[in-house]
C-alpha cells in the first residue's frame, strides 16, 4: 500500500480569502493567500497599502492585524507573516 504524501499548500491564516472568496472557500478561517496579496497589489510594487486593501476587502479589524507596525502598508514581511503554510495528506 503506498505510503501518504504530504503537501505544503500555501492556506489562509488571517482571512484574506474569507471575503474575497466567500464563506464557502474561505470557511471560519481568516487568511491571506499568495493568489490573493499579488492580486490587491494592484501597482505591483510588493506592497498592499490600505487603500488598495479596502478595494478588496471592508475587514478594518484585519487590516489592524495585518498592518502590524501600522505605517499603512503591508510590506513584504507582514505579507509572508500573514500567509500559513498548511500541511495537507494526500492518501
Given at each position: 500500500m503506498p505510503k501518504p504524501i504530504t503537501l505544503l499548500v500555501a492556506a489562509g491564516c488571517?482571512?484574506?480569502?474569507?471575503?474575497?472568496?466567500g464563506p464557502a472557500l474561505a470557511g471560519?478561517?481568516?487568511?491571506?493567500?499568495?493568489t490573493t496579496a499579488r492580486a490587491m497589489d494592484s501597482d505591483k510594487d510588493g506592497k498592499i497599502?490600505?487603500?488598495?486593501?479596502?478595494?478588496?476587502?471592508?475587514?478594518?479589524?484585519l487590516w489592524a492585524e495585518l498592518d502590524a507596525n501600522g505605517d499603512g502598508v503591508l510590506?513584504?514581511?507582514e505579507?509572508?507573516?500573514a500567509i500559513q503554510v498548511q500541511p495537507v495528506t494526500v492518501n
Open positions: 488571517l482571512s484574506l480569502a474569507w471575503s474575497l472568496a471560519d478561517a481568516k487568511g491571506l493567500t499568495l497599502s490600505e487603500a488598495e486593501f479596502f478595494t478588496q476587502s471592508e475587514d478594518a479589524e510590506d513584504a514581511e505579507q509572508r507573516q
